[in-house]
């Protein structure tokens, strides 16, 4: 009995299959680069005639590049895929830090950035103001998208069309203590649009006050969204310096991934 069986026997939820395959991804290293079907199986402890059609199916993938005259297999570029969105969110989050902590000692506003996911916003990084008067939402925190600004950011940058699906069965969104039906979340949208920024005044989050703006890449895609939010009795709105504090971050943070505006 081969290890992947082994394993399938202790947990029935696993999938035999794709152990099978990121077991000959894994088997891959810069000791050993290019390897034949033989060398794979023995690897991977399995059999020859069982590591063939696992092999078959990532080279068809385009995963595994098949040298016929060597009879040998190395990875192929369809291998980048699986690790490009964890290296760009690694990425946004080394050149957002210094751009955050600047943001948070020009206002003494906790600075965040989140990223999409679904109908969430997922924060990913936070500079908590060094007053203590910032909203304590932890990195990992997944928000209904369209109750936040940063969510309201990320969400503004979709069609219609997405918004809908992604809503129709998601998580309910609040406004100031109200459960927002899909419409208003479309209407939302295309407020959100015509802005550079996103503010709320305890809509979200009972006495806490927050600005958003979008951070784009080298294509012009949003890709993320930072914010500054802080409690403070009273106020009704963000004040400007802290929105153009904000709004010039994201600036800053989106030309340092490529973007250049066009005028």
Known sequence: MDKTQTAVNDDRYLVPGLMRGMQVLGAFTPERRDMSLSDIARVIGQSRSATFRTVYTLTHMGY?????????????????????????????????????????????????????????????????????????????????????????????????????????????AVSGGSFLALPDILAQRVRDRE????????????????????????????????????????LTDVPEAVQRAVVDTAHRLSHLLGYTART
């Open 195 to 234: 802005t550079e920024n996103v503010v709320q005044v305890g809509s979200f989050e009972a006495g806490i006050s927050s600005v958003a703006a979008p951070v784009r890449d080298l294509t012009g895609d949003v890709i993320a969204a930072i914010n500054a939010t802080r409690a403070v009795d009273g």
């Open 64 to 172: 595994l590049l098949h040298d016929e005259r060597l009879k040998t297999y190395s990875l192929g570029p369809a291998v980048m895929k699986l690790g490009h969105g964890y290296m760009a969110n690694r990425e946004l989050v080394e050149i957002a830090m210094p751009e955050l902590e600047r943001l948070r000692d020009e206002t003494d506003w906790s600075a965040h950035l989140g990223v999409r996911d679904g109908a969430r916003v997922v924060y990913v990084l936070r500079v908590p103001s060094r007053m203590g008067m910032g909203s304590i939402v932890h990195v990992g925190s997944r928000l209904p998208a369209a109750s936040t600004t940063m969510g309201r950011v990320l969400l503004a940058a979709l069609d219609e069309a997405t918004i809908t699906r992604l809503h129709r069965d998601g998580p309910p």
